[in-house]
């Protein structure tokens, strides 16, 4: 039997995450995917707010649902949350995350979440660590600064020493062809799972190989991909590079929404298990990231912008593509990840790059940033255990 407290606590919880999903859209979300773009003076901040909120809206409700599953259900073994565990949970890394906003300093949503739904979850008696899983996503999280960072530098790099636009920025524009054409989509997919374009291809053509049906479609794609911006590059090499530049933007936008949702959403789900569709979730997550980038983004989009390096439209471009790939990997296998910390990393990396090198990046702002991220988790985890545990004694739980 339904009861009045039981549809007040579940109201309260919905609060909470929507509360979360407008703090992620005003930070990591909303800020990071057209930073860089920013920084290159290829779109006003006001105009990257709009467009991303969109944009994450889209990825929300069209690629949330792994990262939500493990949200949900993967971090802690043994019961699921329960309401109270869940506001706890919601409320805790939502104070951090807009303490963070309105500060100026991105805080690790990934960490800030995932601290306290672990904290709060561990704090309920019959649970134990999900170990495997911490294992999956602490590795992505060590290595994403060293890869993002790395692979930037070296883009920039060759873009910068090499200066052949006609040539470099359309075989990147192809690399990004290749990703799009197996980025995994809800609407492709049978039903309770994702299929990429070239999946989608590979199933229409029965008599081919796969794996070949596959490799067809996607290298396809990457062929019209860099046509179009090589044409473009061709007829004027500054707006090539800025149109490349703001294409790549809204790809990791997209990415942003269907990463990001999942750490709102996730714990409402084993609440509404089998009551309500996971597609309504993930509708009610979008929109709360939507509004946050439309009201909260410009700020943190400023700051990320400028205050860690000033980087050009090719620099730029050497940040966003590794930030694409790594986030549509963490997408594809379930795994919440900062957005925060792979533009960052991304955007120091190709910072070392320019002329300037190591003069061209805020050391200070850095140092200051990861001790940030650190401190989130850590804080978020133990806040998590003990609010719950306040809660438990105060007799709500």
Do not use: C
Not at 3 to 29: E, Y
Not at 250 to 255: G, K, R, T
């Amino acid at each position: 039997m339904i009861t009045v407290a039981a549809v007040a606590t579940l109201l309260v919880a919905a609060l909470a995450s929507l509360f979360m999903a407008w703090t992620i859209g005003a930070g990591s979300s909303g800020s990071t995917p057209f930073a860089p773009a920013v920084g290159a003076n290829a779109i006003p901040v006001m105009r990257a707010g709009f467009y991303v909120g969109i944009l994450g809206f889209a990825g929300a409700v069209l690629q949330g649902e792994n990262v939500s599953q493990t949200v949900g259900h993967g971090l802690v073994a043994g019961p699921p949350l329960s309401p109270i565990a869940v506001i706890v949970a919601l409320l805790t890394a939502a104070t951090l995350v807009a303490v963070g906003v309105f500060t100026g300093y991105p805080i690790a949503t990934a960490f800030t979440v995932t601290g306290a739904v672990v904290g709060t979850g561990l704090a309920i008696p019959g649970t134990a660590p999900a170990t495997a899983q911490y294992v999956q996503i602490l590795t992505l999280w060590v290595l994403v600064p060293f890869v993002g960072g790395f692979a930037s530098f070296l883009t920039a790099s060759g873009l910068r020493v090499l200066d052949r636009d006609a040539v470099l920025v359309p075989a990147l524009a192809g690399l990004v062809g290749v990703l799009i054409a197996n980025v995994g989509f809800a609407f492709l997919g049978p039903a309770g799972a994702d299929r990429s374009l070239a999946g989608a291809a590979a199933a229409a053509l029965p008599g081919v190989p796969h794996l070949a049906a596959v490799a067809l479609a996607s290298l396809l794609v990457a062929a019209v991909v860099a046509a179009v911006v090589r044409a473009d590059v061709v007829r004027n090499g500054e707006t090539g590079d800025r149109r490349f530049l703001l294409a790549l933007g809204a790809l990791v936008a997209f990415s942003a929404g269907g990463s990001q949702v999942g750490l709102a959403v996730g714990p409402l789900l084993p609440l509404v298990d089998g009551a309500v569709p996971t597609v309504y979730v993930l509708v009610g997550g979008g929109i709360g990231l939507l509004v946050g980038s439309w009201t909260g983004a410009p700020r943190m989009i400023k700051a990320l912008a400028q205050d860690y390096s000033s980087l050009g439209p090719r620099r730029s471009i050497a940040a966003l593509i590794p930030s694409f790939a790594i986030a549509q990997a963490a997408v594809l296998f379930g795994i919440p990840v900062s957005f925060n910390e792979i533009i960052v990393s991304a955007i120091v990396g190709s910072g070392y790059a320019g002329r300037e090198g190591a003069n061209g990046v805020s050391r200070g702002k850095m140092a200051r940033t990861v001790a940030a991220w650190a401190g989130s988790l850590a804080l978020a985890l133990a806040v998590g255990y003990a609010a719950f545990h306040a809660v438990v004694l105060a007799g709500f739980a």
